[in-house]
């Protein structure tokens, strides 16, 4: 295929996967290597490469809420989580958890799911998403209570899980929206949290991918066209989905990307 069509065809991708609960990564990935033919070691860097173009989109979204976290830095040492530091709190304290699980979870683990048992850790968030759903379906009579700014609790939790959600075949925004959600956030609250925090992992990611490497698998211009393809395409669907939860009731959006995961995972696992 022409290189500009492959990176106009990784951006879609990167730009859609990135906000539902399928891995981004490993559906880019697995897209590039069967395209291109470049190894599964070269598909995987690029694919956390064009993370930098859904963490712009992320931004561009979200813009009042950066401008005001990043406002709220010279209070942050001394009122972490108050109300106006605790968007701030919640990301630095969420980026160091990642930072300290997702580097070793990678080495450790990134050769077995690679291979099949990626699918079965997407089939794993698709039930989980699914559970969460019908739980927030029944919060109200379980009791599980309301949660309107995120705690530290909720900061190491969600870092953890986003860091092990490096791995090929794990939805990060499966995982740690699945976590906000059980801890009684509501549904619009956890994908803003989930997608503000996805912003400083996905420079990183990028980042180190290009320290480590350059610009992986295909050539500059094609990478460039993919980055902007997946900024564009990842604002719209952003926009897309935050409407969605917006006029219809979370735990149903919640309940049907969780069978879609889990439809998703079992057909890679097999």
């Known amino acids: 295929m022409n290189p500009i069509l492959v990176a106009i065809l990784l951006g879609l991708l990167q730009g859609v996967l990135e906000w539902i609960p399928v891995s981004s990564e490993g559906g880019v990935a697995l897209a590039s290597t069967v395209v ?3 190894s599964p070691a070269a598909a995987t ?7 930098a173009g859904t963490a712009v989109a992320a931004t561009a979204y979200y813009r009042a809420e950066v401008r005001t976290i990043l406002q709220s830095i010279r ?7 108050a109300d106006e530091t605790a968007d701030l709190s919640f990301i630095v304290i969420a980026t ?14 990134d050769a077995a799911v690679s291979n099949l048992e990626g699918g079965l850790f997407l089939a794993l968030v698709g039930g989980l998403l699914v559970i969460t759903g019908l739980l927030q379906r029944f919060a109200a009579a379980l009791s599980l209570g309301e949660r309107e700014i995120p705690d530290w609790i909720d900061a190491v939790l969600v870092g953890v899980l986003q860091g092990l959600a490096i791995l090929p075949g794990v939805s990060r925004s499966g995982t740690t929206v699945s976590a906000l959600l059980l801890r009684g956030h509501e549904g ?24 480590d490497d350059g610009v992986p698998a295909i050539d500059p211009l ?11 395409v990842g604002y719209l669907t952003v926009d897309a989905l935050v409407r969605l939860v917006r006029q219809v009731p979370f735990w149903a959006v919640c309940t049907v ?3 879609l995961g889990v439809v998703g995972g079992l057909l890679v696992a097999l």
């Open 222 to 232: 094609p990478a460039v066209v993919a980055l902007v393809v997946s900024a564009v």
């Open 45 to 51: 860097r690029l694919a956390l490469f064009l993370h």
């Open 257 to 259: 990307f969780g069978g």
């Open 36 to 38: 291109t033919g470049v």
């Open 96 to 109: 160091a958890a990642t930072a300290v699980t997702g580097l070793p979870a990678y080495m450790a683990l």
């Open 188 to 211: 619009e609250s956890s994908l803003r949290l989930s997608f503000l925090l996805s912003i400083p992992a996905a420079l990183a990611a990028n980042a180190l991918v290009l320290v």
């Open 75 to 81: 209070q942050l040492s001394r009122r972490p989580f």
